[in-house]
């Protein structure tokens, strides 16, 4: 296959001044990034992603450095970016978020990777994510989840990444067609994702449609999805204040009445080997 010829992705290591240097390629890979993204999240980005990039005022030209994210997050809600390797432990993750620090894999995708890659890059984490710290109930919502992801069993943390993948990474928010509206960062840092996860009839240039499914905890939590597909079910909440309902909810009950209850059967095509 073509992708077992691909160099693995590393991240930078800082310098002894804690700034991290990146090639000519890479800083042209986020403004190609940032230019395509940005003719797309208008009417598609709910406005508290909007108002957050505001906030981070990344250049145009170059990837950002760390700390200049640091200064917006921590003024706004005290969080803060925490400079990792391509893939981290589940244990890390939860820690890092725990202690209200985002994680940050400090590379880029290549251009042959552009519309879709498998491991969080910065584009994913920066543009993706870090908008929404700047509001209170989207870093609420990762604080509480990395504090219940600590004490959780290897298998209570499956469960729990499906919360994960169904809000922070792929969630829509607003009930109504001309009311939604993309929260989640992994919809966010992907161009074809965000034009895919609202279309309809009108505007949908492929044969497949988007299910739209009001929130339900219980539901999300027996919800199968795969990583390396654009996503045939999005979960809807009413607005980005219902993360703190969530949060005050009985999560680790619900998790364990999943647990009890078994998964949905996939609407994916599953490959057998």
């Known amino acids: 296959m073509e992708s077992q010829n691909k160099q693995p992705y590393l ?14 390629d890479e800083h042209a890979m986020w403004q190609a990034l940032l230019e395509r993204q940005a003719e797309q999240i208008p009417n598609r980005a709910c406005t508290a ?3 957050g990039l505001k906030k981070l005022n990344l250049p145009s030209d170059r990837i950002p450095q760390l700390h200049d994210i640091d200064e917006v997050l921590q003024a706004a809600t005290g969080w803060q970016t925490a400079a990792v390797p391509a893939l ?17 894999a400090t590379f880029i995708r290549r251009f042959d990777d552009m519309d879709y890659i498998e491991e969080p890059d910065i584009f994913h984490e920066i ?14 919502f990762n604080e509480t989840y990395g504090k219940l992801g600590l004490n959780a069993s290897k ?8 919360l994960y993948w169904f809000t922070i990474e792929f969630g829509l928010v607003g009930q109504t067609q001309d009311t939604r509206r993309i929260y989640g960062g992994g919809i966010l840092s992907s161009p074809s994702e965000t034009m895919y996860a609202l279309s309809d009839e009108t505007h949908n240039q492929s044969n497949h449609q988007p299910e739209y499914r009001a929130f339900d905890l219980l539901d999300v939590l027996r919800t199968p999805y795969r990583i390396d597909h654009i996503q045939p079910i999005y979960y809807v909440i009413d607005d980005l204040d219902t993360l703190f309902d969530i949060v005050n909810s009985d999560i ?11 998964m949905f059967e996939p609407t994916y095509q599953v490959e057998t080997s």
Not at 127 to 140: D, E, I, M, N
Not at 155 to 161: G, H, I, M, P, S
Not at 252 to 262: I, T
């Open 252 to 262: 680790m009950g619900v998790v364990k009445q999943a647990m009890s209850l078994g």
């Open 155 to 162: 298998e209570e943390r499956l469960f729990l990444a499906r």
């Open 127 to 140: 543009v993706g994510h870090c908008p929404l710290l700047t509001h209170p109930a989207f870093a609420t």
């Open 11 to 24: 991240s930078h290591q800082p310098d002894a001044h804690g700034h991290i240097h990146y090639s000519d």
């Open 49 to 51: 992603y909007l108002d």
């Open 88 to 104: 981290i432990s589940f244990g890390k993750f939860f820690k890092l978020l725990a202690n209200k620090s985002f994680p940050v």
